[in-house]
C-alpha cells in the first residue's frame, strides 16, 4: 500500500498540539519537530505550490489555516478555525497540487515486494490513469493493481482509472475530506455501479458508520 500523491503532517514535539483561532503560524518541512506554531509537512515539495488565500485543512478536527506568504520552504499562515492535530495527519488544500504519484519510499517499498514475491500493490491517491500506468511499469503487467479512490481528480478521471486497474478501493475517509459527508453514500453508490460496468472489483473501506 503506496503513499502516493498525499500531503501528510509530520512530528510534533509533544502531540496533539492545539492551534488556537486567529494565531499566525508556520507550516515547514517535516526534517524538524514541530509545536504549536510550527507545523511539519511532508513531502516538503508542497510548500512551494501553496499560495496566499489556500485554505489548508488539518487533520480531521475541522482545523482550518489561510496562507499569508510563502516562501521555498516556509509558509505563514492565519488559524482561521482552531482544534487540535497529530503527527501524520492528513492535510488537505482547497485546490488540487500537483504530486509526484509515488515517492521515493514507495519505489524502495515496491522493488522490494517484487524480490518477496509480493503481487498486490495498492494505488494511494490514484489521480490519474497515467499514474496507474507508473505503478504497473514498476511492479511488472501480470501485478495485481488496487487503485484507491480519495480524491475530487480521482472522481473525475475515474473510467480511466477503472479501465487501467484491476480493482477499485474507495477510501471513505480521505474522499469525505474532499467531498462533502452527505455526498459520501451516493458518490460511493456512482463508483461502485460504473466499476461493476467494467467488470471491476471494488472494496469499500474506512469511516463506514460516519453517515
Do not use: C, W
Not at 510550527?38 to 499560495?51: D, E, F, G, M, V
Not at 515517492?103 to 515496491?110: F, L, P, S
Not at 453508490?189 to 453517515?211: F, G, H
Request: no cysteine.
Amino acid at each position: 500500500d503506496t503513499e502516493g500523491a498525499q500531503v501528510r503532517t509530520g512530528k510534533f514535539v509533544d502531540p496533539p498540539v492545539n492551534l488556537l483561532t486567529n494565531t499566525v503560524v508556520e507550516m515547514r518541512p517535516d526534517s524538524s519537530l514541530g509545536d504549536a506554531s510550527s507545523i511539519p509537512l511532508y513531502p516538503k515539495a508542497t510548500l512551494p505550490k501553496l499560495a496566499p488565500g489556500d485554505l489548508v485543512s488539518l487533520d480531521f478536527n475541522a482545523v482550518l489555516v489561510q496562507v499569508l506568504s510563502v516562501d521555498e520552504e516556509l509558509v505563514t499562515g492565519r488559524v482561521l478555525n482552531g482544534g487540535e492535530i497529530g503527527n501524520n495527519k492528513a492535510v488537505t488544500v482547497n485546490r488540487t497540487i500537483e504530486l509526484e504519484p509515488l515517492t521515493e519510499k514507495d519505489q524502495n517499498a515496491i522493488a522490494l515486494g517484487k524480490q518477496l514475491g509480493i503481487n498486490h500493490f495498492a494505488l494511494s491517491f490514484a489521480n490519474t490513469g497515467s499514474d496507474v500506468d507508473l505503478i504497473r511499469s514498476l511492479t511488472g503487467k501480470n501485478a495485481f493493481i488496487i487503485s484507491k479512490i480519495e480524491s475530487r481528480q480521482a472522481l473525475q478521471n475515474l473510467d480511466e482509472i477503472i479501465d487501467l486497474s484491476d480493482a477499485i478501493l474507495i477510501d471513505r475517509g480521505d474522499l469525505s475530506r474532499e467531498v462533502a459527508i452527505e455526498a459520501i453514500p451516493i458518490t460511493q453508490r456512482q463508483i461502485i455501479n460504473r466499476a461493476r460496468l467494467k467488470k471491476r472489483s471494488v472494496y469499500v473501506a474506512t469511516n463506514l458508520l460516519e453517515s
